[in-house]
């Protein structure tokens, strides 16, 4: 039973899509998050967007800021691939997660090795 679980999993980890990138392949930061941080990530970049062509409107905000976000739509089998590729390509990877313990950037050190120096996770029950 065992090794038939095994092969279910191994074909699911080949027909689940990738993690979706939104933005460029390369640039400052590199966002990763699944669930609902995907609206809160992709609004900031909208307001980033506004700022550049409006800078009075948030002067704050770095101008020449490159960012992007790859959202895991499926966690388990969980696919790191595309993110140790992206990885490299970045000068910071930042995990953004609604918990406490950052579950999917244990997941992926886990499965994948892979490490995040720094991580946004909001766990007050309120959205970003």
Same mark, same amino acid.
């Given at each position: 039973?065992?090794?038939?679980?095994?092969?279910?999993?191994?074909?699911?980890?080949?027909? $689940?899509?990738?993690?979706? *990138?939104?933005?460029? =392949?390369?640039?400052?930061?590199? &966002?990763? #998050?699944?669930?609902?941080?995907?609206?809160?990530?992709?609004?900031? /970049?909208?307001?980033?967007?506004?700022?550049?062509? @409006?800078? @009075?409107?948030?002067?704050?905000?770095?101008?020449? $800021?490159?960012?992007?976000?790859?959202?895991?739509?499926?966690?388990?089998?969980?696919?790191?691939?595309?993110?140790?590729?992206?990885?490299?390509? &970045?000068?910071?990877?930042? $995990?953004? =997660?609604?918990?406490?313990? #950052?579950?999917?950037?244990?997941? *992926?050190?886990?499965?994948? #090795?892979?490490? &995040? =120096?720094?991580? *946004? *996770?909001?766990?007050? #029950?309120?959205? /970003?």
């Amino acid at each position: 039973m065992m090794e038939k679980r095994m092969r279910k999993e191994q074909f699911l980890l080949k027909e $689940l899509p990738e993690p979706e *990138l939104f933005g460029d =392949e390369s640039g400052d930061i590199l &966002f990763v #998050g699944w669930g609902s941080v995907k609206s809160a990530v992709l609004d900031s /970049f909208d307001i980033v967007k506004s700022q550049k062509s @409006e800078p @009075e409107a948030h002067p704050t905000l770095a101008k020449n $800021l490159k960012c992007s976000y790859l959202h895991y739509e499926y966690v388990w089998p969980l696919k790191t691939e595309r993110l140790i590729k992206l990885k490299q390509n &970045f000068k910071r990877v930042v $995990l953004i =997660e609604n918990n406490y313990l #950052g579950q999917l950037g244990n997941l *992926l050190r886990m499965v994948g #090795g892979i490490e &995040f =120096e720094q991580r *946004l *996770l909001k766990y007050d #029950g309120r959205g /970003f």
